[in-house]
């Protein structure tokens, strides 16, 4: 069962984290030092750092967001791939009717 950890422990370790990001080659590297610092999982403050990222970053799109703009595409697919199946029946069925191929 994952612990909860108050909000001035995130707080605490997001500003070790900025503090300390460039120092380090990746974020992965700079979440390690700062959880062996504070006694946290490193799992922990980095997911807590992609969810500030996520949230921060101008134009970006919350998970929820991405799943439905997913089934939307999926569902835009599916009525254009229905909209050329008429498209081609509505066309052979007028050449049907048409008297002058007759």
Do not use: H
């Not at 939307?72 to 199946?85: G, S």
């Amino acid at each position: 069962m994952p612990k909860k950890y108050d909000a001035a422990t995130q707080e605490r370790a997001l500003r070790m984290f900025d503090d300390q990001a460039g120092e380090y080659a990746s974020v992965t590297a700079a979440c390690a030092a700062v959880a062996g610092r504070l006694g946290l999982p490193k799992d922990t403050i980095r997911g807590w750092v992609r969810k500030r990222a996520d949230q921060s970053a101008p134009g970006a799109l919350s998970a929820s967001e991405r799943e439905e703009i997913k089934v939307l595409r999926a569902k835009v697919r599916r009525l254009e791939e229905d909209n050329a199946v008429l498209r081609s029946a509505a066309v052979f069925f007028a050449g049907e009717l048409d008297p002058r191929s007759r």
